[in-house]
């Protein structure tokens, strides 16, 4: 099956920091999807992306499916975007495949 | 009202028990899926669920159950669990169509502790 692999795994970051989430997914995609688990662990939708750039305050994402990778920039980072960020990818399968995703430390 | 509700959010159990884990997503979407997420591991697909019927059974033991009389609720059945079944448990639907499986949305998971 497609593999999903996010980097870094684990990120640490002073409030008010810009940060680089990178997903990477070994074959071709439908669709991607970008999710935060904040620390009660509910799974938040941020984008559902397969191709280009959306934004939403401050975060944006950017998925290139020819390369077959999507990034998630967050800018001027604050201590409530603490958690752990999924990528997952839909091949046309019945579920999609998650990453095992970024685990991410604002510090005030 | 949230999108997609699941009850309930803990539950403490014993090897012996049977218990029953609930969903019901208020979305009208036509796909139900059951989530595993244990520590340090990626998200395990359990179960999906198209239109009611099961169209995947990821290799779950039997000890999980599920259950789905409509498109908007969605049942774990749980019996006879091991204390390694102790995972948070998350429900979730989309629209699926020809193109894939759709936006996922998730509720907020059922926190399982077995004794």
């Known amino acids: 099956g497609i593999q999903v692999e996010q980097s870094p795994p684990d990120l640490i970051l002073q409030e008010g920091a810009n940060s680089t989430l990178r997903c990477n997914f070994s074959d071709s995609v439908n669709n991607l999807q970008w999710f935060h688990q904040n620390p009660w662990g509910q799974l938040i939708n941020l984008f559902y992306?397969?191709?280009g750039t959306k934004q939403n305050g401050r975060l944006s994402a950017t998925t290139v499916a020819t390369e077959r990778y999507s990034l998630l920039y967050i800018s001027s980072s604050q201590t409530t975007d603490s958690g752990v960020y999924f990528c997952?990818?839909?091949?046309?399968?019945?579920?999609?495949?998650f990453g095992s995703g970024t685990r991410l430390q604002v510090q005030p | 009202e949230t999108g997609v509700t699941q009850t309930p959010r803990h539950l403490v159990m014993g090897m012996t028990n049977k218990k029953s884990l609930k969903c019901e997503q208020h979305l009208g979407h036509n796909a139900m899926y059951w989530y595993k997420q244990s520590a340090k591991k990626p998200l395990e697909l359990m179960f999906v669920y198209n239109f009611k019927e099961q169209t995947e059974n990821n290799s779950v033991p039997s000890r999980f159950s599920p259950e789905c009389p409509n498109s908007s609720h969605l049942f774990l059945h749980l019996h006879t669990l091991q204390p390694e079944d102790s995972a948070l448990y998350l429900c979730?639907?989309?629209?699926?169509?020809?193109?894939?499986?759709?936006?996922?949305?998730f509720g907020e998971g059922s926190r399982l502790t077995v004794l």
């Open positions: 992306i397969p191709s």
């Open positions: 997952a990818v839909d091949t046309g399968r019945r579920a999609l495949t």
């Open positions: 979730a639907s989309s629209q699926g169509g020809l193109s894939g499986t759709g936006e996922l949305f």
